[in-house]
């Protein structure tokens, strides 16, 4: 059958009578029911179950991360609490060497004592009022010395082998102005205490 019979089939099909279309009009039109009825199922009932299946296993993908992350922390609970005990007595040790109010004077006293040892005269120390932090109190102190660079360097390093917590900041070094060798430093200490409550 060529195209112009098949045309000529078409405008002769009795639609009273399909069951004696010609059988390619009837596979083409079984072709384009299947085609608009598969149409028809994928857009109303297939597109919103295939988007939720999309939204699941982006879902099932994170859930699975967690899960695999959650698996490793109770794999290790026990390292974990061991490690936690550890921390606990470090943080304890550390503890101990934040001063207490009535210890700040023989702090001064120790940095001072370091001052002169190394070699310095002190034009200056002074406490500065006390910062509040999360977990603990920040005492800062202002020193003022005088002396040679290596002296500064014996004071910084005997001030850091402190039994107690001291940090130095701010540092500002410059000729002493007068005739001699000498130079001025002024630093900021910081020592710090534990937040009782």
Request: proline residues 5%; glycine residues 6%.
């Amino acid at each position: 059958m060529d195209a112009k019979e098949f045309i000529d089939s078409l405008n002769n099909l009795d639609p009273e009578n399909i069951g004696s279309w010609p059988v390619p009009v009837k596979i083409m039109i079984w072709l384009i029911g299947c085609g608009v009825a598969g149409f028809l199922v994928f857009h109303l009932l297939l597109s919103d179950a295939l988007a939720n299946l999309d939204q699941v296993k982006v879902q099932e993908t994170e859930l699975m991360k967690t899960y695999e992350s959650k698996a490793f922390q109770a794999a290790n609970l026990d390292a974990y609490k061991e490690q936690m005990k550890e921390m606990e007595a470090t943080f304890g040790v550390l503890l101990k060497q934040l001063p207490k109010d009535a210890e700040v004077p023989g702090l001064l006293e120790d940095i001072s004592h370091t001052g002169l040892a190394a070699g310095l005269t002190f034009n200056s120390i002074a406490l500065a009022p006390e910062v509040s932090k999360e977990f603990y109190i920040e005492l800062p102190i202002d020193i003022e010395v005088k002396g040679g660079f290596h002296a500064f360097g014996a004071f910084v390093s005997g001030v850091s082998a402190l039994p107690r917590i001291v940090t130095l900041h701010d540092y500002e070094i410059a000729p002493a102005g007068d005739q001699s060798q000498e130079l001025i430093m002024k630093v900021r200490a910081k020592t710090y205490r534990y937040k009782e409550n």
